[in-house]
């Protein structure tokens, strides 16, 4: 009896351990479980404590409503000038209804990948082949926007695409990579020709300026040397008009015309004395016994030039 005794009471120890672990469930942080009662859905289980009826309900469905990560499988696409292109990508996807993520679909992750790989063959097949490297953004919009409008109905949010890889066939790999260098080289040619060209731009305006430069230099000289000309001619005139007014001056005072008369006269004789020595020629005048008369005729001048003067 002690034997049987023993055994119930560890049967029942055993089915009290299994009724506390059926009733009693602990749901981690970030995770979502969701409850069927007699096989049909009854609540969802968020973080923490809870306590479900044994053998009545059941945990059918345990959710992460982390960001997760899918790896889309690389596929051959077409694009619109037909060639073939490897594409393969990554999506990130969160599960944002539990319920609809139990019962929406059998597999909403193969339904998410399927239609990522279809929506991008159709993308791909819309466009050319530059503008499938240029316009990986606009790929990766049109493929979140196109899934998630159908992930709805699974629960599931649809976060971002990324494409990982974008492969063409060898022979376009080559023509490719030729044309870029073919561009390069282009490029370093129109480089080059437009430093040259800058290079004589800058020459003929360096002699431009330099030509300028130099006639702004010469004008200037050349008003300067007019000035000062100007300036000594003006001098000179009013030099001479000051010493004729002081020989006007010096004629009214007294004996001034006896002593411009002997000085006329000194410079006629002068006069005479250097034409005679020219040219080994003697020239005397014509009546050298009158030379009184030719001082007179001087000293007539004179006076002339005084009543001029007056």
Not at 37 to 52: A, F, M, S
Request: proline share 4%; glycine share 6%.
């Amino acid at each position: 009896m002690e034997f049987g005794f023993g055994s119930v009471s560890l049967i029942i120890f055993i089915l009290a351990v299994i009724f506390v672990v059926k009733t009693v469930n602990v749901v981690p942080q970030q995770h979502a479980w969701v409850v069927e009662r007699l096989g049909k859905y009854h609540t969802t289980l968020g973080p923490g404590l809870h306590i479900v009826l044994p053998f009545i309900d059941r945990i059918a469905y345990k959710h992460m409503l982390k960001e997760i990560p899918l790896d889309v499988p690389p596929q051959v696409c077409i694009t619109k000038d037909n060639t073939q292109l490897q594409v393969d990508g990554i999506l990130y996807f969160q599960v944002t209804d539990p319920m609809r993520a139990s019962y929406g679909s059998s597999n909403y992750i193969a339904a998410i990948t399927q239609l990522a790989q279809t929506t991008l063959r159709s993308v791909i097949g819309k466009m050319e082949l530059d503008k499938t490297f240029e316009e990986r953004d606009h790929i990766n919009t049109t493929i979140v926007n196109a899934i998630d409008e159908s992930a709805a109905n699974w629960g599931v949010k649809v976060l971002r695409y990324e494409i990982k890889d974008l492969t063409p066939p060898k022979e376009i790999l080559h023509a490719m990579q030729a044309q870029i260098t073919a561009e390069r080289e282009k490029r370093a040619l129109i480089a080059a020709s437009e430093g040259r060209k800058q290079e004589q731009i800058n020459i003929a305006s360096g002699e431009r300026e330099a030509a300028i430069a130099k006639s702004e230099g010469e004008k200037q000289a050349s008003i300067n040397r007019a000035q000062g000309q100007a300036t000594a001619i003006l001098a000179i005139a009013e030099a001479s008009a000051e010493a004729l007014r002081k020989t006007a001056a010096a004629i009214q005072q007294p004996g001034g015309s006896d002593a411009v008369n002997l000085k006329v006269a000194e410079q006629y004789v002068n006069a005479f004395a250097q034409l005679a020595k020219t040219n080994n020629s003697i020239i005397v005048p014509a009546n050298l016994g009158d030379m009184s008369g030719l001082i007179a005729s001087a000293l007539h001048v004179v006076k002339s030039q005084q009543q001029i003067l007056k």
